[in-house]
């Protein structure tokens, strides 16, 4: 799916690989609404709204805010090509000290979050007619085995089902969609991961006309993604 002159919303987009493929983009000309809890952070980063650049305050945890967010991005560019989710709510616990409220906060930003922004802005890219959605999951998606990640694995591996039955179902509207599978950032492997790398990648991918189902860039990453290989090339 060609690139030039499209939409791109992104969440997560105050730090890390979000905040990284926000600059990249912008520095290409694309036009990117970027989101975060606090538009303040954006702006810290990022400089004010421009004609290509829409900050928006997000609240993942509720379906007006995400349904606003949406319809902002429309209403400035008039469109929305590509969604990219990139939610991250870590929480290092061991299993039998995790509470249920806890647990149930990461699933509610890193699961019901990122769903919420698929169903409602599944319709904008419906009425293009294309599309791309990125779900950024971990290595960890096909490996748990971290101790003290338990709830962050689980929320991950639900990540990649969720997006393997969304990309068949999506396919028919000519909507992509991509997992893309880093070492986990907030993890003593950071140290393999380099944001504005992927955000490169991720770009690239965008542009090809059957991009991958399963991202994995990266040597020690890969190393890590053992489940389901076969779908995963780079």
């Known amino acids: 799916m060609e690139t030039q002159s499209k939409v791109w919303y992104v969440t997560g987009a105050s730090e890390g690989l979000g905040l990284n493929l926000v600059k990249q983009l912008l520095a290409a000309g694309h036009k990117v609404a970027a989101t975060s809890k606090n538009a303040a952070d954006l702006r810290n980063s990022l400089g004010p709204a421009t004609l290509n650049f829409l900050p928006l305050e997000l609240n993942l945890s509720s379906e007006n805010s995400i349904d606003a967010s949406l319809r902002a991005t429309a209403a400035r560019f008039g469109k929305v090509d590509f969604i990219v989710n990139n939610p991250d709510c870590p929480l290092e616990i061991s299993f039998d000290q995790l509470s249920d409220k806890q647990a ?64 068949g179902e999506a396919k028919p509207f000519g909507i992509h969609v991509t997992v893309v599978l880093p070492c986990s950032f907030s993890t003593v492997l950071e140290q393999h991961n380099d944001p504005a790398k992927i955000a490169a990648l991720m770009i690239h991918k965008a542009s090809e006309e059957n991009p991958p189902l399963y991202l994995v860039p990266g040597r020690h990453a890969n190393g890590d993604a053992i489940y389901r290989k076969d779908k995963w090339p780079v």
């Open 104 to 167: 149930r906060a990461v699933f509610e930003t890193n699961i019901f979050g990122m769903m919420n922004v698929i169903r409602i802005g599944m319709p904008y890219l419906r009425k293009n007619g294309a599309g791309h959605i990125f779900n950024v999951s971990a290595a960890v998606s096909g490996n748990g085995g971290y101790h003290g990640f338990s709830i962050n694995s689980a929320t991950k591996f639900a990540v990649a089902g969720v997006s393997e039955s969304l990309a």
